[in-house]
T-cell receptor
Framework: NAGVTQTPKFQVLKTGQSMTLQCAQD?????MSWYRQDPGMGLRLIHY???????DQGEVPNGYNVSRSTTEDFPLRLLSAAPSQTSVYFC??????????????FGPGTRLTVL | AQTVTQSQPEMSVQEAETVTLSCTYD???????LFWYKQPPSRQMILVIR??????QNATENRFSVNFQKAAKSFSLKISDSQLGDTAMYFC??????????????FGKGTHLIIQP
């Protein structure tokens, strides 16, 4: 049971380039989400999904796209990277059965630098 | 919308001492969950302890316990017999109850806890 996995661990992009951050979980969790962590800011929710085919925006969605074609995978796409997207990105997942089943478990993070 | 405030950017204590990290939150929700996450230098987010707002009893997990004061909207974390491995960033987080489903977390800005040998 690998839990939540993220690839790559590190990435450097030039302004305007596109890329996809990968997130996968093998716990059959319905809920998946993406956060970004900036210095002194804590984590902020970008997008989330409550199941395959369903996605919604979080607090800071601009500049990011997501889709959820399977329960296991929830990729985050940057269509045209900007220096303001330099951050550490975390993927998280949880069951969706109410109560503390909703506790979210995090992947190891991806450190992205946009030059 | 809800907000989470951690008023102590950094704390430092000696090994084996007890330390309390503070967290306050603001919400109009009546049903919600509260969490403390630990982030060591490896940057992995690790769940420390969790609390359901409708439960009056404070949660405990080994050396970690919380003081949950719902009326005051306060959720502090107490670490007893602190160890060098407790050195990390600690984040307080809020999640509203969403009809049985999961929802996003709202995080505080974190407290950097340093345990001195």
């Amino acid at each position: 049971n690998a839990g939540v996995t993220q690839t790559p661990k590190f990435q450097v992009l030039k302004t305007g380039q596109s890329m996809t951050l990968q997130c996968a979980q093998d716990m059959n969790h319905e809920y998946m989400s993406w956060y970004r962590q900036d210095p002194g800011m804590g984590l902020r929710l970008i997008h989330y999904s409550v199941g395959a085919g369903i996605t919604d925006q979080g607090e800071v969605p601009n500049g990011y796209n997501v889709s959820r074609s399977t329960t296991e995978d929830f990729p985050l796409r940057l269509l045209s990277a900007a220096p303001s997207q330099t951050s550490v990105y975390f993927c998280a997942s949880s069951l969706s059965g109410g109560g503390l089943f909703n506790t979210q478990y995090f992947g190891p993070g991806t450190r992205l630098t946009v030059l | 919308a809800q907000t989470v405030t951690q008023s102590q950017p950094e704390m430092s204590v000696q090994e084996a001492e007890t330390v309390t990290l503070s967290c306050t939150y603001d919400t109009s929700e009546s049903n919600y969950y509260l969490f403390w996450y630990k982030q060591p230098p490896s940057r992995q987010m690790i769940l420390v302890i969790r609390q359901e707002a409708y439960k009056q009893q404070n949660a405990t997990e080994n050396r970690f316990s919380v003081n949950f004061q719902k009326a005051a909207k306060s959720f502090s974390l107490k670490i007893s017999d602190s160890q060098l491995g407790d050195t990390a960033m600690y984040f307080c987080a809020f999640m509203k109850y969403s009809g049985g489903g999961a929802d996003g977390l709202t995080f505080g800005k974190g407290t950097h806890l340093i345990i001195q040998p």
